[in-house]
Structures are given as C-alpha cells and as structure tokens.
C-alpha cells in the first residue's frame, strides 16, 4: 500500500513564498509522473504542475514563472517552490502519483491560505 505525505502548507501574505514538500512510502514500483493539484471552495480541483521521473514540467497557466515544480526520484518525494503567492492561490493543495505499474495515489491535502 503506497502512501503519500504533504506537508509545508499554512498562512503567507500576499507576495510571499512557501514550499510544499510530498514524499511517496511504502511498497512502490514504477512510480512514474508526480504532481500538484489544487482545489479552491465552490471550484472543481484543478493541476497546479506535473513533472515525469525524467524531469520534464508542465505548469497551469495561472503559476507559470511562480511556482516551480522539482522531484527527488531517490526519495520518492515531490516538491513544490510558490513564489509570488496571490490570494487567489488560496485552496488545498493534494499531491498525486501515477505509477505504470500500481493504482495512482492521492495524498490528503495541506492547506495553503494567502491573505494580509
């Protein structure tokens, strides 16, 4: 059983950077493409970035040059550096792995509050 840890969510002003940190335990095979989703109240969850064992990205246009995805495959653990941050990137934040191999994972969110 393949679990998934977030953790470094919490309040920031506006203007201000947090890093969020997920990292995949437990008996993995395959773990291929790792990335950010993001769910607001009242809006259907959406993906914030991605990023294969490979290194390559794929950002929403929304985070593009302020959010920077980066993946450790050695430990299995995903990350995401938020620049810049806007009231409007205000929502729960989960973390998702695919594997080729395995049903995909979704971690239980951490909260992520832009506000003065």
């Known amino acids: 059983q393949v679990q998934l840890v977030e953790s470094g969510g919490g309040l920031v002003q506006p203007g201000g950077s947090l890093r969020l940190s997920c990292v995949a335990s437990?008996?993995?095979?395959?773990?291929?493409?790792m990335g950010w989703y993001r769910q607001a109240p009242g809006k259907e969850r959406e993906l914030v970035a991605s990023?294969?064992?490979?290194?390559?990205?794929n950002y929403a246009d929304s985070v593009k040059g302020r959010f920077t995805i980066s993946r450790d495959n050695g430990k299995n653990t995903v990350y995401l550096q938020m620049n810049s941050l806007k009231p409007e990137d205000t929502a729960v934040y989960y973390c998702?792995?695919?594997?080729?191999?395995?049903?995909?994972?979704w971690g239980q969110g951490t909260q992520v509050t832009v506000s003065s």
């Open positions: 998702n792995a695919e594997f080729l191999l395995q049903p995909g994972r």
């Open positions: 990023i294969t064992t490979g290194g390559k990205s």
């Open positions: 437990g008996t993995i095979f395959s773990l291929n493409v």
